[in-house]
């Protein structure tokens, strides 16, 4: 399934905006702990699905999915779209896109 992407600039723009979108990061706590996005949640994906419905009730909520590249998020954002969520889109390039686009001073990692 293809999933609905946005790039790291237009998440700069979202993020900037009156209402910005809830950012997920789908990534695990160690990788956190080196290198994230102000704001962004984590719910990893290794403690899907449980975490993921118990933390993301509204299905009609915006919902930006990031991971490290984009792999974990987009299958992170095709799982919720099975599950009925509506308004769900996948960061393309995920942090590490970010830290290279967008803000340097986000460490980047292997």
Do not use: F
Not at 64 to 80: D, I, N, P, Q, V
């Amino acid at each position: 399934m293809d999933v609905p992407e946005i790039t790291v600039r237009e998440l700069q723009e979202l993020l900037a905006s009156a209402q910005p979108p809830r950012l997920v990061d789908v990534r695990e706590l160690e990788e956190w702990r080196q290198s994230r996005i102000a704001g962004a949640e984590l719910v990893p994906l290794s403690e899907w699905p449980e975490a993921a419905l118990q933390k993301l009730p509204s299905k009609d909520e915006p919902l930006l999915m990031m991971c490290h590249h984009g792999a974990r998020s987009a299958r992170a954002t095709s799982w919720l779209l099975g599950q009925g969520y509506s308004n769900v889109k996948n960061v393309a390039g995920g942090i590490d896109a970010w830290a290279t686009d967008i803000d340097p001073s986000v460490p980047r990692y292997d």
